[in-house]
């Protein structure tokens, strides 16, 4: 496992805020990225959540016909609800606040507590959670060993022969649950080869357990492959996608899978508070997204791939270039803390995430243009010859 594949966290790590009075709305351009206040303007590369809606996903969100989600009569939320389950493959899918809302339903529409679920390494639902499967399905995560994020058929039978014919068969939780994540966030923004994912559910098939995905950014598996989204979600029960990350919406998850198991899904989201009234303003948002947004990651993954490129050129920093297959740079630092290299762009205008003593990750998203990469390397080589 990668350094950075032994933490998931999603976009929890060191932060500052970001500069801008959150109203940025061209996309690419610059003064509105810095809020239209005159404030400095930074090229903030902390995550590709950070972006703000353009003026067009505004306008569709103003428009948008709402009802209330918790009535079930919000026809945007039933418009996204349905495009999303058409581009997912699934029967069904419900709109959620958040990817985590999302995951967490998942966990518990599929388990009982006291079940275990096994989980790949480094991932989302495991590290960066808030430790959620524990206090709201009452599972017991059991983490499975893997390279970049991911692990195979075989891996998934050992972890599984383990527990059979034997007393501890009987002592231990039941496995009911096997959890993928595809891109994997924690170890770089990498996608599962279709092969490895067929043979790793075929096993998990055979052993009867359910399966969920974590396809937070299955969009940029798509966007790498031109494989479609809903061909790497078949085989898997459910599917979390998320609109807020790279497509620009401002908020927003969804749970696909067979209506049967999504209803019994609606049932907990109401518990953990999650009917959001009249959704469909932000839903808008995202179906505006998922129309506009989605055709265009390929732009963010040519420019991970420029960043990744000139950080390799910059003495004193470390990247795997070729492990750079979507819109994530996780890079390493070698001798100077990371945290304080990340200090050092803050204020010369970048801002990134540090996850570690030595880890960071920068994302270029929506807003992020060509000279922003040139502006961001020049200013990664000032901070790491300080
Ligand atoms: C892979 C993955 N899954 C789930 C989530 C959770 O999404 P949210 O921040 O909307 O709760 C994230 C967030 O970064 C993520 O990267």
């Given at each position: 496992?990668?350094?950075?594949?032994?933490?998931?966290?999603?976009?929890?790590?060191?932060?500052?805020?970001?500069?801008?009075?959150?109203?940025?709305?061209?996309?690419?351009?610059?003064?509105?990225?810095?809020?239209?206040?005159?404030?400095?303007?930074?090229?903030?590369?902390?995550?590709?959540?950070?972006?703000?809606?353009?003026?067009?996903?505004?306008?569709?969100?103003?428009?948008?016909?709402?009802?209330?989600?918790?009535?079930?009569?919000?026809?945007?939320?039933?418009?996204?609800?349905?495009?999303?389950?058409?581009?997912?493959?699934?029967?069904?899918?419900?709109?959620?606040?958040?990817?985590?809302?999302?995951?967490?339903?998942?966990?518990?529409?599929?388990?009982?507590?006291?079940?275990?679920?096994?989980?790949?390494?480094?991932?989302?639902?495991?590290?960066?959670?808030?430790?959620?499967?524990?206090?709201?399905?009452?599972?017991?995560?059991?983490?499975?060993?893997?390279?970049?994020?991911?692990?195979?058929?075989?891996?998934?039978?050992?972890?599984?022969?383990?527990?059979?014919?034997?007393?501890?068969?009987?002592?231990?939780?039941?496995?009911?649950?096997v959890c993928a994540e595809n891109t994997h966030n924690g170890a770089g923004g990498t996608v599962w080869p279709?092969?490895?994912?067929?043979?790793?559910?075929?096993?998990?098939?055979?052993?009867?357990?359910?399966?969920?995905?974590?396809?937070a950014r299955l969009w940029h598996a798509t966007a790498a492959t031109g494989i479609p989204e809903a061909e790497f979600a078949a085989g898997f029960d459910t599917v979390n996608a998320c609109f807020s990350k790279a497509l620009g919406a401002p908020l927003g998850s969804a749970l696909a899978g067979p209506a049967g198991l999504i209803e019994r899904a609606r049932r907990f989201k109401q518990l953990y508070g999650g009917g959001f009234r009249q959704a469909g303003i932000v839903a808008a948002g995202a179906l505006y997204a998922l129309e506009h947004h989605r055709g265009r990651l390929a732009e963010d993954h040519a420019r991970a791939g420029t960043l990744a490129r000139g950080l390799a050129a910059i003495p004193g920093l470390e990247v795997d270039v070729k492990g750079v297959e979507t819109n994530i740079v996780r890079f390493r630092t070698v001798a100077v803390d990371a945290p304080e290299f990340a200090g050092r762009c803050r204020e010369r205008g970048v801002l990134l995430n540090a996850y570690s003593r030595r880890d960071l990750r920068i994302i270029p998203h929506l807003h992020t243009t060509d000279d922003d990469v040139e502006q961001a390397l020049e200013t990664f080589r000032r901070a790491a010859s300080v």
């Open positions: 496992m990668s350094p950075a594949a032994g933490n998931g966290a999603g976009d929890g790590a060191t932060n500052t805020p970001a500069a801008g009075d959150g109203n940025a709305n061209a996309v690419g351009n610059a003064a509105a990225r810095a809020g239209g206040s005159g404030a400095a303007r930074m090229i903030d590369l902390r995550s590709d959540t950070v972006t703000r809606p353009t003026e067009a996903m505004r306008a569709a969100m103003a428009a948008a016909p709402v009802g209330d989600d918790c009535y079930g009569d919000d026809p945007t939320v039933l418009e996204l609800e349905r495009r999303t389950a058409e581009i997912l493959g699934k029967e069904a899918a419900m709109y959620v606040p958040t990817g985590t809302m999302s995951n967490q339903l998942a966990l518990r529409a599929h388990t009982e507590p006291g079940d275990a679920v096994l989980i790949g390494p480094g991932a989302h639902i495991w590290f960066g959670e808030g430790g959620a499967p524990s206090p709201i399905s009452g599972v017991v995560i059991r983490p499975l060993d893997g390279e970049r994020g991911m692990f195979g058929a075989a891996t998934l039978r050992a972890a599984l022969n383990l527990d059979m014919g034997t007393v501890r068969a009987r002592m231990q939780a039941p496995v009911r649950l279709p092969d490895v994912l067929r043979e790793m559910l075929a096993a998990a098939r055979e052993a009867g357990l359910a399966t969920h995905l974590d396809g």
